[in-house]
């Protein structure tokens, strides 16, 4: 089945070192988004890339960073984990036409742990 | 500003009740409206969206434009609708980048 899938599904990492979440899609989208989500709250979009191209959100921490080596993988690099940086993390798709919209298919997400 | 609002953040109701769940925007444009649903230990999914303005597990909802409005609503609720449902808003030009609500916990007590 074509799906969204993400690595680990299970992080735990320490303050300050550096950790990759990865996201892989067999739907040949041309967007990806990662999205973070604490507890009890929304998603919260950290960035996307349309095709090769980056973008950002403005209120995204410049300790998340973000690749995407060719259009089925996409990562998340967190340069120097906080504490309040445990979170669950999404990755979504998305096959957008001129007018940028279309359907998200999201992953299972990657929960991180700092200690 | 863009945003999206449920006021409700738990709704619970017994097997067979309507349901309503309510979600305001606020957006200058033409935005298109989601509702995605996430079932315990599932992954996050489309339940509807506005364009498409069909019935889905029962669910339906309309825009309410003079409103501002996308509220979900089903006639007879199933134990089965106990799940987290977002509503969310997407806008025009920006990737399909979604903003959304900050959920509303569905309980369907037997």
């Known amino acids: 089945d074509a799906m969204v899938i993400q690595n680990p599904r299970y992080q735990v990492t320490q303050f300050g070192k550096p950790v990759t979440l990865s996201c892989s899609q067999t739907?040949?989208?041309?967007?990806m988004y990662w999205y973070q989500q604490k507890s009890s709250q929304a998603p919260k979009l950290l960035f996307h890339?349309?095709?090769?191209?980056?973008?950002n959100e403005a209120d995204t921490p410049d300790n998340f960073q973000s690749r995407r080596p060719n259009t089925s993988f996409c990562f998340l690099d967190i340069r120097s984990p906080g504490l309040g940086d445990a979170a669950m993390y999404l990755c979504?798709?998305?096959?957008?036409?001129?007018?940028?919209?279309?359907?998200?298919?999201f992953g299972p997400g990657t929960r991180l742990t700092v200690t | 500003a863009q945003r999206v609002t449920q006021p409700e953040k738990l709704l619970s109701v017994f097997k067979g009740a309507p349901v309503e769940l309510k979600c305001n925007y606020s957006y200058s444009g033409s935005p298109e409206l989601f509702w995605y649903v996430q079932y315990s230990r599932q992954r996050l999914q489309l339940l509807l969206r506005h364009i498409s303005r069909e019935s889905i597990k029962g669910f339906t909802a309309d825009l309410n434009k003079g409103e501002t409005s996308f509220h979900l609503k089903k006639p007879f609720a199933q134990e089965e609708d106990s799940a987290m449902y977002y509503c969310?808003?997407?806008?025009?030009?920006?990737?399909?980048?979604?903003?959304f609500g900050q959920g509303t916990e569905l309980s369907v007590k037997p």
């Open positions: 890339y349309y095709d090769k191209d980056f973008n």
């Open positions: 979504a798709t998305s096959a957008t036409g001129t007018s940028g919209r279309g359907e998200q298919y």
């Open positions: 969310a808003l997407s806008g025009n030009n920006q990737g399909g980048k979604l903003i």
């Open positions: 739907l040949n989208h041309n967007v």
